[in-house]
C-alpha cells in the first residue's frame, strides 16, 4: 500500500512507523512543511495508560520516550499564598521537540521517507496514493477542502493562552493563579527535561483586554508574564518560541470535532487523524494522547483487515466508530476542564477556600470522582474530609474517619438536615380527588426510615385544574391538609428525615392521562379547562389547547398558592418549593418558548418572571419564616430561543431577592422540541453556574445515582444538596445502602432494622474482596 502522511507530528510519524513496522512492503512518506529539527510549542503531556499503549506497539519507541520523558505523580497548586499537593496522577511530559525528533529517527531506521520543508496544499497532490492521512492540524487544508463531506463543527473559546517556557524545574504538575486589579490569571506548568518546564499562561479575553496586552507583541507579553509570576519564578526568565506568529502571541483555543474522519477522492481514501479531525483543551494535556491513539487504532484495523480480508472502506468505517466514542468522552472530560479554567475567577477563585479549590480543580473533568481521589491519594482525601467536615460544629465525630461530605448536615433558616441527600419529588398518580393515601404514607415514609436528610412529596396541586392527571395530589382542601399532616407527623415519628412538599399548578400540560396510561396524553374524558401565560398546545396537534391567563386569573391562582402554604404549615411540613419549571404554569410566564404575552407579563425576562415571583412573594408572607422556600427552575430549555444556563443565573437573583433559601436546578420539558444532552450529573452544571454566580445555595439533580457522585458534587461546591429521583424508586434505602457500599458506618438505622446493617456491611466487604482477588488473578494471568 502507497501511505501519504501529510504532517510530521506525532500523528503522521507515529502512524507511519507502526505501518512500516506491521509490513515493510508498504510504501510510506511523511511530508512536513517545517524543517526537521522546527517545533513550536514546548512540552506534550500524555498518562500512563498511553505510554502503555505505546509499549505493546513499538518498544524501541516507547523505550526511547521513556529514557527522555520527565515523570510526575503529583498535582500541585499555589493560590492565595498557600500551596497544596496531591499525589497518585500519574502524568509523562516530553519536550515536544525530543518527541519528534525520536519518531523521525524511528520512521527512519524503518524505511519510512521522510519529506520536509513542502508545504502540501491538497490530497490532490499525491494521485497515486493509496491512503492519505491528513494529519496537518487544527488548521487543515484538507479538512477545508472537504468541508460539506467532513463537517467540521469547530468552537473558538474565550479565554487567552500563551505558551511559555522557563528554565526553572518543577517536580509536580503546578497549578499557579495570580490575582491583579482586573481579575484572575492562571499558569499550567509542568517539566519536560532536565533543564525546561512549560508554562502556559491563561485568562479570560475582558481581563486580557484590560491589561492591554491585545496591544503588546510577543516579548512585551512574554516580559508581562514575567512580572506577575515573579514570585513563583524566583529569578528564572520566561521564554518563547512562537515568534514565528504575529502579534502577542496570545491564542484562543478551538474544539473541532468532525461528522464524518473519512472519505474517498476519486484516487485514494483520505482519513483524518489528530487535531485535523478532534481538538482537546491543555487543561487535561491529551492532544498528543489522542494523536498516539488515533494511529494504533488505524494501524490495528489495517493489520486485521489484513489477516481477514476487509476492504480499506471497512478499515476507515471501524476506525471512526471506535475512536469516535474513546474521543467524545476525552473531548466532553477536556471540555470540563476547559470550562472550570474559563470561568475559574468569576466562579471559584474568590470564594473558594483553598482546600475546597484545590478538590474542585482536581475533579474539574468529572472524570476524576471522589472514590478515584481516594485510590489515587488517600491521605489527601482524607485530610479534605476532616477539613470539610470540621467546618460545621454540627457534624457528628466517625469514630473510623472523617464524615463524608455526603454525610456532613446542612442548614437552611431553622431547618438542619442531617445529611445531603434529598429524595426528589417524583410523581405517582397514586391520588383520588387530590387526597395524599395510605399509599402516600407507605411510598413516603419508607424513604423516609431509608437515610434521606429530606423527602419531597410529588408536586403537590393547588387546585382540580392545575393537576396534571387525575392521579396528582393536592393541597386545596381542608381534608388533603390533614392526609399530608398524618404523613408529616409519621415521618417526624419514626425517622429524623425532614419533610417537604413542592407547590405547582399544571398550566398547559394538566388534564392528562396516568403516567403508565400515556405520558402527556390528553385524557379520553372528563377533562377540565387549561390556562397557562399564553395559548398553548404541548403536544402539538393532539394536547388541549390552554387559554392565556387574564388578571383575574392571576388573583385566583395566586390565592390558591397562598392558601395552600397556609394549610402546608398547618401540616407541619418542614420545607417548601414552588415549582417554576418543566413547562408547567408559572414555568410557562418564564420561558419566552410559552410566553408570548405583550403585556406586562411578557418581553423581557424581568417582565417574564414578574408574575412567579408576585407567587412566590405571596407564599413567602404566609409560609413560618424559620422554615426555608426553595424554587425550583428549568435551568436550560434546550431549544434555540429558549431559556439557557445564563439565564438561569438572573432568574436565581431574582427569587433571591425575593426571598428564596435555595434553587432546585432541574432543565428541560417545556417544549418537545428539545434536545437535552444526557449523562450522568448532565444537570449539575447548572447548578454549579447557579450557586457559585448567583450566590445562592442549590439542589443538583439529574442522574445522580451513587454516593461518589453525591461526595464529588458537594466537595467542589457545585452544588448543596443532591436530589435522588429514580435510584429511590428502586430502593428506598438507597442512602443507607450507599454508606455501607463506601465503609461509612456512623450512619444511623431505624431501631427495627438495626439487625440488618452489620449483615449489609459484611456483605458488600465480602463482595468487595471477592473482586478484587478475582481482578488479581486476572492481571497475573
Not at 507579553?221 to 512562537?242: D, I
Amino acid at each position: 500500500m502507497k501511505i501519504v502522511c501529510i504532517g510530521g507530528g506525532p500523528a503522521g510519524l507515529y502512524f507511519g512507523l507502526l505501518m512500516k513496522k506491521q509490513d515493510p512492503s508498504h510504501d510510506v512518506t511523511v511530508v512536513e512543511r517545517n524543517k526537521p529539527y522546527d517545533t513550536f510549542g514546548w512540552g506534550v503531556v500524555f498518562s500512563d495508560a498511553t505510554m502503555q499503549n505505546m509499549r505493546m506497539w513499538d518498544t524501541e519507541t516507547a523505550a526511547a520516550i521513556e529514557d527522555a520523558f520527565n515523570h510526575w505523580d503529583d498535582i500541585e497548586l499555589e493560590f492565595k499564598g498557600r500551596r497544596l499537593r496531591s499525589g497518585g496522577h500519574g502524568f509523562v511530559g516530553i519536550g515536544r521537540k525530543k518527541l519528534l525528533n525520536i519518531l523521525q529517527a524511528r520512521c527512519e531506521d524503518l524505511g519510512v521517507k521522510l519529506e520536509f520543508e513542502r508545504e502540501v496544499e491538497s490530497d490532490a497532490d499525491f494521485p497515486d496514493a493509496d491512503l492519505v492521512v491528513a494529519c496537518d492540524g487544527v488548521n487543515s487544508k484538507i479538512r477545508t477542502r472537504y468541508a460539506e463531506t467532513f463537517k467540521p463543527d469547530i468552537v473558538t473559546r474565550p479565554n487567552r493562552f500563551i505558551w511559555l517556557g522557563t528554565t526553572k524545574l518543577y517536580d509536580a504538575f503546578n497549578f499557579t493563579f495570580e490575582r491583579t486589579e482586573h481579575g484572575w490569571f492562571q499558569a499550567h506548568v509542568y517539566q519536560f527535561d532536565d533543564k525546561t518546564t512549560t508554562f502556559i499562561v491563561e485568562t479570560p479575553e475582558h481581563v486580557w483586554k484590560a491589561h492591554d496586552l491585545d496591544k503588546l507583541n510577543a516579548d512585551e507579553s512574554v516580559a508581562f508574564c514575567e512580572r506577575l509570576f515573579a514570585r513563583h519564578l524566583g529569578g528564572h526568565r520566561l521564554m518563547t518560541n512562537a515568534r514565528h506568529l504575529r502579534g502577542s502571541a496570545w491564542l484562543n483555543f478551538q474544539r473541532i470535532k468532525c461528522d464524518q474522519w473519512w472519505l474517498h477522492n476519486g484516487n485514494s481514501h483520505v482519513v483524518l487523524m489528530g487535531d485535523a479531525v478532534h481538538t482537546a483543551h491543555f487543561a487535561i494535556g491529551s492532544g498528543t494522547k489522542l494523536a498516539i491513539e488515533d494511529a494504533i487504532e488505524l494501524a490495528r484495523q489495517f493489520g486485521r483487515a489484513a489477516d481477514g480480508g476487509a476492504d480499506t472502506n471497512d478499515v476507515l468505517r471501524r476506525y471512526q466508530e471506535l475512536r469516535q466514542v474513546d474521543v467524545l468522552r476525552l473531548q466532553n472530560a477536556a471540555w470540563n476542564a476547559m470550562e472550570w479554567f474559563e470561568v475559574v475567577g468569576e466562579r471559584y477563585a474568590d470564594k473558594l477556600e483553598p482546600e475546597q479549590f484545590m478538590y474542585s480543580m482536581l475533579t474539574r473533568s468529572q472524570r476524576i470522582s471522589h472514590e478515584n481521589l481516594r485510590l489515587r491519594d488517600p491521605e489527601w482525601l482524607e485530610g479534605f474530609e476532616r477539613w470539610f467536615s470540621d467546618r460545621d460544629a454540627a457534624c457528628p465525630d466517625a469514630p473510623a474517619g472523617p464524615t463524608p461530605p455526603m454525610f456532613t448536615p446542612f442548614t437552611v433558616r431553622g431547618v438542619t438536615l442531617k445529611n445531603r441527600v434529598v429524595v426528589s419529588p417524583m410523581a405517582q398518580y397514586s391520588a383520588e380527588d387530590g387526597h395524599p393515601g395510605d399509599y402516600h404514607l407507605i411510598h413516603l415514609g419508607a424513604r423516609a426510615t431509608g437515610g434521606a436528610g429530606l423527602v419531597f412529596a410529588e408536586m403537590t396541586c393547588v387546585s382540580p385544574t392545575g393537576r396534571i392527571t387525575p392521579g396528582c395530589p393536592g393541597l386545596y382542601e381542608r381534608s388533603h391538609m390533614e392526609g399530608w399532616r398524618k404523613i408529616a407527623r409519621w415521618i417526624h415519628a419514626n425517622s429524623d428525615a425532614k419533610f417537604a412538599l413542592q407547590l405547582g399548578h399544571a398550566g398547559a400540560k394538566g388534564s392528562t392521562r396516568l403516567g403508565w396510561e400515556g405520558t402527556d396524553k390528553p385524557l379520553e374524558s372528563g377533562n377540565w379547562p387549561l390556562i397557562s401565560a399564553s395559548p398553548q398546545q404541548y403536544l402539538e396537534g393532539v394536547s388541549q389547547v390552554s387559554r392565556a391567563m387574564s388578571r383575574e386569573d392571576m388573583n385566583i391562582v395566586k390565592a390558591q398558592f397562598v392558601r395552600a402554604a397556609r394549610w402546608a404549615a398547618e401540616a407541619e411540613v418542614d420545607w417548601l418549593e414552588l415549582h417554576c419549571a418543566h413547562g408547567y404554569l408559572l414555568s410557562s410566564f418564564i420561558s419566552p418558548l410559552t410566553n408570548q404575552r405583550d403585556d406586562e407579563y411578557g418581553g423581557s425576562l424581568e417582565n417574564r418572571l414578574r408574575y412567579p415571583i408576585e407567587v412566590f412573594k405571596a407564599i413567602r408572607e404566609v409560609w413560618p419564616d424559620h422554615l426555608p422556600i426553595s424554587v425550583r427552575i428549568s435551568a436550560h430549555d434546550w431549544v434555540e430561543g429558549g431559556i439557557t444556563p445564563h439565564d438561569a443565573v438572573v432568574i436565581a437573583k431574582a427569587f433571591k431577592d425575593a426571598g428564596a433559601d435555595m434553587i432546585d436546578c432541574s432543565s428541560g420539558q417545556v417544549s418537545k422540541a428539545e434536545r437535552p444532552v444526557y449523562g450522568r450529573m448532565f444537570q449539575t452544571p447548572f447548578a454549579d453556574k447557579v450557586r457559585n454566580e448567583a450566590n445562592i445555595a442549590t439542589i443538583a439533580v439529574g442522574a445522580i445515582s451513587e454516593a461518589d457522585h453525591v461526595n464529588s458534587i458537594i466537595a467542589a461546591g457545585r452544588a448543596d444538596l443532591c436530589a435522588i429521583a429514580r435510584p429511590h424508586l428502586a430502593n428506598p434505602a438507597w442512602t443507607l445502602t450507599e454508606a455501607a457500599k463506601i465503609g461509612f458506618k456512623a450512619v444511623d438505622w431505624p431501631k427495627p432494622y438495626r439487625s440488618a446493617k452489620g449483615q449489609l456491611e459484611a456483605n458488600i466487604a465480602r463482595e468487595k474482596s471477592a473482586m478484587a482477588t478475582a481482578s488479581a488473578a486476572k492481571e497475573r494471568a
